[in-house]
């Protein structure tokens, strides 16, 4: 997650980086497909 917020001339307002922190941690925890599915059903 570090690497991916310090990037040079990278910025993010916090709201940002939470979001991206929730999706990097899908990820790792092995959710990636349930969370899109998730978000497709809600979309619908």
Known sequence: ??????RPGAW????QAEAMLALRLNRVNGHWE????DLIKQAA
């Open 1 to 6: 997650v570090q690497q991916r917020l310090k």
């Open 12 to 15: 993010w307002r916090l709201e």
């Open 34 to 37: 349930d969370y899109w599915q």
